[in-house]
């Protein structure tokens, strides 16, 4: 088995993980650095953020306002503390990208040009047109290939965290392309695993957002944090559920149901004059309340309403949402220059993670976790868009850093120990390959396994439905013993890290329903229908949910309040 070593292992080539990796060499030159994907990294799912990324910029902006909004966003179950350093460091990160190549669109004048986003008092995301991710993306990857240290292995899939004395050593990685396993030792590692979208039906997440590095955590002992917290993002394409931009918002689009009425001015959903500025939790229950109220309009893929961005005009459309344009006029057959936009609600993003602290340090030792996989909370109940490619590079760069000091003072562990645990998984994995006797399907578990998520954790939640969520999962966990696998060939066994990736997801969604099932409150996207209202009292606290084999354990951990006290959220 071939066994490669370095001082610190980034798992990920996405937002956070390549500023982490770049942020470790920032730190001592002279460390190295593995870059682990599973992907080339410029196909991370960051590369398909459109919108743009959130930090000060304007005059009329402030940090205290660019806190409080995320606070409140967040339903005050955010860190304060996490929070005040990520506005902080916020400006500093997006110009930083901006000398590494990241084009930045310009007002007039030639300051960087900022739009209105959800939930935000001012205008403050930064874009770049409307291919955010691709820019940003582009100039982390061309940046980090100036560092020799940095060494890359693209196309491994990390399957296990490899352990000595209850610290993280390293890595066990599937080389995709030849199916051999190796040994990727490091006296430190870095998740930038990303999110885990996949485990519902409809979502605008990539097929690669598995929630790999939450289970790679929680199996080694690491909790999952506020898991019950699952983004709903207002504007998807019905049928594929892509994303359209909620950049069309804040550029002024309007939404509209079946009657032709701008229902969030017109009916109130306490969002006040924010309207379609309104943050993302709120307006999805708005646009199901309206489909419920028999104002939703009929489509192939069931009800949907509309976002019109037809008053805009073709000018603005095409230099700031040019690829809105594209996707509208390819996916949907509609032209938004002169027809409305068919959108209903789409599950976009994890608020909960790897539960770590403001360095990104978990509680294993050696282990840190970054970006979407991550639960630094900043993000609470509810995360404004725009805020997560700019927690990327502010926690990416943190983690890397903080990396680095750990690896500095431990050990690289026995050699012959970290082998055996290779072998085991070489094996583990092995038996995979071709098991050709089992009556499930990898599809089939799939299926079932999203349809409960989508059944017991959507938009609105009550108790009966989260249950069911929840056996449904205990039972399709017992039925993946029993998957069928086909392919025998080692190249490329796409059939193998399909299976590998939905036991990875059954983990995660079993994380997120028994998460959701003990929570009595409704708080930012967890809307219960039995329990309507935010309780403080009882519920102002984070959830932690343990792996154990006999079943997920639930914990609670305090929040970080700050100088906002907690109040009702109204816009
Ligand atoms: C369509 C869309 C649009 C969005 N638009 C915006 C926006 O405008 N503004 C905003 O702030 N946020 C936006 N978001 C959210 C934001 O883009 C993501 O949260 C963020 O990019 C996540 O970055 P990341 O680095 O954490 O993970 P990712 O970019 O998902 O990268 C994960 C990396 O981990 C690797 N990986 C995963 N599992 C393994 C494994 N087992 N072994 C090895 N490698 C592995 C992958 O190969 C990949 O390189 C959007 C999200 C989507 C889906």
Same mark, same amino acid.
């Given at each position: 088995m071939e066994v490669i070593e370095?001082?610190?292992?980034v798992v990920g080539g996405g937002a956070a993980g390549i500023r982490a990796a770049i942020a470790a060499i920032e730190e001592?030159? $002279? &460390?190295?650095?593995?870059?682990?994907?599973? &992907?080339?990294?410029?196909? +991370?799912?960051? &590369?398909?953020?459109?919108g743009g990324a959130a930090a000060v910029a304007r005059e009329d902006? !402030?940090?205290?306002?660019? /806190? *409080?909004? !995320?606070v409140k966003g967040s339903d005050f179950l955010g860190d304060q503390h996490v929070i005040e350093y990520f506005v902080e460091e916020a400006p500093k990160e997006l110009t930083l990208l901006e000398h590494w190549g990241c084009p930045w669109s310009r007002n007039e004048d030639g300051t960087v040009a900022t739009r209105a986003f959800g939930g935000m008092t001012t205008k403050r995301t930064w874009f770049a047109a409307d291919k955010v991710g691709f820019h940003m993306l582009h100039a982390l990857?061309?940046?980090?290939? @100036? =560092?020799?240290?940095?060494?890359?292995?693209?196309? @491994? =899939?990390? !399957?296990?965290?490899?352990?000595?004395? /209850?610290? &993280?050593?390293?890595?066990?990685a599937l080389d995709m392309r030849q199916g051999?396993?190796?040994?990727?030792?490091g006296r430190a590692v870095v998740l930038a695993t990303g999110g885990a979208g996949k485990c519902f039906p409809f979502t605008t997440n990539g097929n690669i957002k598995t929630g790999d590095g939450m289970a790679l955590a929680y199996r080694a002992g690491v909790p999952l944090k506020d898991m019950e917290f699952v983004q709903y993002h207002p504007t998807g394409l019905p049928g594929t559920g892509i994303l359209i931009t909620e950049a069309t918002r804040g550029e002024g689009g309007h939404l509209k149901n079946s009657e032709g009425t701008r229902f969030l001015v017109e009916y109130d959903y306490g969002l006040g004059t924010k309207a379609e500025?309104?943050?993302? %939790?709120?307006?999805?229950?708005?646009?199901? @309340?309206?489909?419920?109220? /028999?104002?939703?309009?009929?489509?192939?893929?069931? @009800? *949907?309403?509309?976002? %019109?961005l037809t008053h805009l005009g073709e000018a603005k459309l095409k230099e700031r949402l040019p690829f809105v344009l594209e996707l509208a006029r390819t996916y949907v057959g509609v032209d938004p220059v002169t027809q409305p936009i068919p959108i209903r609600p789409v599950v976009h993003y994890m608020m909960g993670g790897v539960d770590t602290n403001i360095d990104g340090a978990t509680d294993l030792p050696g282990l840190y976790a970054a970006g979407e996989v991550a639960c630094v909370s900043m993000n609470g109940a509810n995360r404004l868009g725009s805020n997560s490619l700019t927690e990327c590079l502010v926690f990416g760069a943190r983690s890397g850093r903080c990396a680095v000091a750990f690896a500095r003072g431990a050990s690289a562990g026995d050699e012959a120990s970290l082998r055996a645990q290779g072998e085991e998984e070489a094996h583990r994995i092995e038996t995979l390959r071709g098991k050709n006797k089992g009556g499930e399907t990898i599809a089939g578990v799939r299926r079932e396994m999203q349809q409960a998520m989508e059944d017991g954790c959507g938009v609105y939640r009550e108790q009966g439905s989260m249950d069911a969520a929840v056996s449904a999962l205990a039972q399709l966990k017992g039925r993946y013993a029993d998957l069928v696998l086909r392919d !025998? +060939?080692?190249? =490329? $066994?796409?059939?193998?890290?399909a299976a590998l990736e939905l036991g990875n997801m059954l983990d995660v969604a079993e994380a997120v329903a028994v998460s959701a099932a003990q929570r009595q409150e409704s708080r930012g996207a967890h809307t219960r229908r039995d329990f309507t209202t935010r309780? %403080?009292? $009882?519920?102002?606290?984070?959830t932690l949910c343990h792996f154990d084999p006999a079943g997920p354990r639930i914990d609670r951990k305090p929040v970080t309040l700050g100088h906002w006290e907690p109040e009702e959220r109204k816009y």
């Open positions: 370095h001082d610190v292992v001592d030159p $002279n &460390v190295s650095v593995a870059m682990v994907s599973k &992907v080339y990294p410029m196909r +991370s799912h960051t &590369v398909s953020a459109e902006d !402030t940090l205290e306002m660019h /806190g *409080y909004d !995320t990857f061309q940046h980090s290939m @100036q =560092f020799d240290r940095i060494v890359r292995y693209d196309e @491994q =899939f990390v !399957t296990r965290l490899l352990m000595e004395d /209850g610290a &993280v050593k390293g890595v066990v051999e396993v190796r040994l990727i030792r500025l309104g943050p993302r %939790d709120m307006i999805s229950r708005a646009i199901i @309340q309206e489909i419920q109220a /028999g104002r939703g309009i009929e489509g192939p893929y069931g @009800q *949907y309403v509309h976002l %019109d !025998t +060939s080692k190249v =490329f $066994n796409t059939e193998i890290i309780d %403080d009292q $009882n519920w102002l606290h984070h």
